[in-house]
């Protein structure tokens, strides 16, 4: 069953806007992972958040998890064409083997150059 | 090498047909996956290996069949698929931590599969 469900499910900006994210889940979590996929093609690890984190940065990435609202959002800054993609978040849930990430719905992006 | 790859890109097969998708990493990752994946839906979980041992079944059908026949492959085989079925076909391996966990995984560029 899928847990995070990502809002909004598409969004459409202008090169060089910020584009946010969010994701709710719906139980307790090793962690939080956000990818993203380019149309048709494989999906790549962009960051990933533990449960004891509250924010994380990579580059022009900023994500935060509240644990206690059970939800995450990505944040992209200053962003560009080539970030025109589709992002998941996924969850690790807590008490299994980690083995298996839960996959929300994902956030069609495109940024308008 | 931080590479996933997966052949074929592309497959055509008849429902009658039996083929096979193959998966192969080399970043001495012990856990192996295949996900399935709709047009503009997430990547739904087949199948895990863990350590060459298969340890998630997400009930899939009995068409589909993995195999992981050391720490580096793994196959899906195919057979009497139907036009359903057509999918993103993606593997993805990850590696096992201290502590007992997999963290990030890395993903190949899939198998697009049409069944006519």
């Known amino acids: 069953s899928q847990q995070g469900e990502e809002d909004p499910q598409a969004l459409s900006i202008q090169e060089g806007e910020n584009a946010t994210m969010n994701c709710s889940y719906k139980t307790s979590i090793n962690n939080l992972q956000w990818y993203r996929q380019n149309s048709g093609r494989g999906l790549v690890h962009l960051i990933l958040?533990?449960?004891?984190?509250r924010e994380k940065h990579s580059g022009r990435l900023r994500v935060t998890l509240d644990t206690s609202k059970k939800s995450s959002s990505l944040l992209i800054t200053a962003s560009r064409a080539a970030d025109t993609a589709s992002y998941f978040c996924a969850t690790d849930p807590s008490g299994g083997g980690s083995e298996k990430l839960v996959f929300g719905k994902g956030t069609k992006l495109t940024v308008n150059p | 090498d931080t590479e996933v790859t997966q052949t074929p890109k592309h497959l055509v097969m008849g429902m009658t047909n039996k083929k096979s998708l193959k998966c192969e990493q080399h970043m001495g990752h012990r856990a192996m996956y295949w996900y399935k994946q709709k047009a503009k839906k997430p990547p739904e979980l087949m199948f895990v290996y863990s350590y060459e041992k298969l340890s998630i079944n997400e009930s899939v059908p009995s068409r589909f069949s993995p195999e992981c026949p050391n720490s580096s492959l793994l196959n899906l085989h195919l057979h009497a698929l139907q036009p359903e079925d057509s999918a993103l076909y993606l593997c993805?391996?990850?590696?096992?931590?201290?502590?007992?966990?997999?963290?990030?995984?890395?993903f190949g560029p899939g198998t697009r599969l049409t069944v006519l």
């Open positions: 958040i533990r449960s004891n984190e």
């Open positions: 993805a391996s990850s590696q096992f931590r201290p502590g007992g966990t997999y963290n990030e995984q890395f």
